[in-house]
């Protein structure tokens, strides 16, 4: 059985990243909010910061997001920023 959720982060122009992760860590409006598996329904404002995904196996990548909103909902999140730059921020989705 695979774990972690999935976790899309989107653009008004792109889709920067789609795919399963263990977990994710995005700057909220009231500071940094760590989300894992099975994690509550939530929809949050993102501020500018830091955004970090760990995949499954354990890799780590970081964007920088500057704003937009969070939402976590059954086994899936989104985050849907401004704007992302970045490690694989130029690199297609998946």
């Given at each position: 059985?695979?774990?972690?959720?999935?976790?899309?982060?989107?653009?008004?122009?792109?889709?920067?990243?789609?795919?399963?992760?263990?977990?994710?860590?995005?700057?909220?409006?009231?500071?940094?909010?760590?989300?894992?598996?099975?994690?509550?329904?939530l929809?949050?404002?993102?501020?500018?910061?830091?955004?970090?995904?760990?995949?499954?196996?354990?890799?780590?990548?970081?964007?920088?997001?500057?704003?937009?909103?969070?939402?976590?909902a059954?086994?899936?999140?989104?985050?849907?920023?401004?704007?992302?730059?970045?490690?694989?921020?130029?690199?297609?989705?998946?």
């Open positions: 059985m695979a774990t972690g959720f999935e976790l899309a982060v989107l653009t008004p122009e792109r889709a920067v990243f789609e795919g399963r992760v263990e977990y994710v860590q995005v700057p909220g409006t009231e500071g940094y909010l760590g989300v894992l598996a099975g994690h509550a329904a929809v949050t404002e993102l501020a500018a910061g830091t955004l970090t995904v760990r995949k499954p196996g354990g890799d780590e990548v970081q964007w920088q997001v500057s704003g937009g909103f969070f939402d976590v059954a086994d899936r999140a989104t985050v849907l920023a401004d704007s992302v730059s970045g490690d694989e921020a130029e690199e297609p989705a998946g």
